[in-house]
């Protein structure tokens, strides 16, 4: 599995686990957290440094825009620590890469 798809599985669950908690939906994401997570998956693909990827906060090409940029912090701020409790392996995984 590549860095970039690996990342998108990430924030996949980071997503749905946001909106779950927070919009209390059901096995399903509401219209603005779907919304986000396609915009984020469209980044993801479309990112010139997929080769050699670092994490978003520490790239000098920021391609979220500003407002989308503000909102994934969000989810990542919430999903983030809950991530332990949710998907342990993935968050294991993922702190250690």
Do not use: W
């Amino acid at each position: 599995m590549t860095k970039t798809e690996n990342e998108k599985r990430i924030l996949n669950k980071m997503i749905f686990l946001y909106c779950t908690k927070k919009h209390h939906t059901l096995n399903v994401l509401c219209t603005g957290c779907e919304t986000l997570r396609s915009y984020a998956m469209e980044r993801l693909n479309r990112c010139p440094f997929k080769l050699d990827k670092k994490a978003c906060k520490d790239c000098k090409v920021h391609c979220y825009q500003n407002d989308k940029r503000s909102e994934i912090r969000e989810v990542m701020r919430f999903s983030g620590p809950r991530m332990m409790i949710y998907y342990p392996f993935d968050f294991i995984r993922h702190i250690l890469k």
